[in-house]
């Protein structure tokens, strides 16, 4: 059974800072990862989506990477900003049957001004 | 438009209620999933419709009944819920052609909070 796991659970930091939030999993047969950002008691915004054969993707101030053989996926955030202020979840579809989306335990960004 | 609205926003029923949840898409898409988040958990699939037919039932209790009335609309009832039933209940959406559509890109709704007394 795929487990994802999300590594710090929670982060807090000021303005301006570049930081990295980590995503494990533990199938690395994989069809694609992807990263949400979800507000409070709100519904998911996709970030980002890494195909399996991909190394990395790029969206404005976020670059995700994928590291498939080591089960490792990691959210750069550049100049971080209060807006960024959200929870961050990372999801992995498997390559084989209905692919569901396995979603990380999330980590929860606090960026105070 | 891109964007998949729920409503209520909010709901409070007792254990005997009988209640619905309402999704609705016009992006026309033909794939609609529903999630249930309990508090600081990750979304966590309950079903998926492909062509208003119901194509996953990740063996959730009877008490939860899925409808999809037609391509753009997605219903769940609810009857004799119990308190730990209360949680944020996510819908999706994805484009759905093809029979790969499982990892296509989903769009979700802000959802709907729960709650069970």
């Known amino acids: 059974k795929q487990e994802v796991t999300q590594i710090p659970a929670a982060l807090s930091v000021p303005e301006g800072e570049n930081l990295v939030l980590n995503c494990s999993f533990t199938?690395?047969?994989?069809?694609?990862l992807q990263w949400f950002r979800q507000d409070p008691g709100k519904g998911l915004t996709s970030l980002l989506l890494?195909?399996?054969?991909?190394r990395e993707q790029t969206s404005g101030r976020l670059n995700a990477s994928l590291d498939k053989s080591s089960g490792r996926s990691t959210l750069y955030i550049a100049a971080s900003q209060p807006g960024d202020s959200a929870t961050y979840l990372c999801?992995?579809?498997?390559?084989?049957?209905?692919?569901?989306?396995?979603f990380g335990t999330g980590t929860r960004l606090l960026v105070s001004p | 438009d891109t964007e998949v609205t729920q409503t209520p926003k909010h709901l409070v029923m007792g254990m005997t209620n009988k209640k619905s949840l309402k999704c609705e898409q016009h992006?026309?898409?033909?794939?609609m999933y529903w999630y249930k988040q309990k508090a600081k958990k990750p979304p966590e699939l309950m079903f998926v419709?492909?062509?208003?037919?119901?194509?996953i039932n990740e063996s959730v209790p009877s008490r939860f009944s899925p409808e999809c009335p037609n391509s753009s609309l997605l219903n769940l009832h609810l009857h004799a819920l119990q308190p730990e039933d209360s949680a944020l209940y996510l819908c999706?959406?994805?484009?759905?052609?093809?029979?790969?559509?499982?990892?296509?890109?989903?769009?979700f709704g802000p959802g709907t909070r729960l709650l069970v007394l």
């Open positions: 419709y492909s062509y208003e037919k119901l194509s």
């Open positions: 999706a959406s994805s484009q759905g052609r093809g029979s790969g559509f499982s990892a296509e890109t989903q769009y």
């Open positions: 999801a992995v579809r498997r390559d084989t049957g209905f692919q569901k989306l396995v």
């Open positions: 992006m026309g898409h033909r794939a």
């Open positions: 890494i195909q399996s054969s991909q």
């Open positions: 199938d690395s047969a994989i069809y694609n």
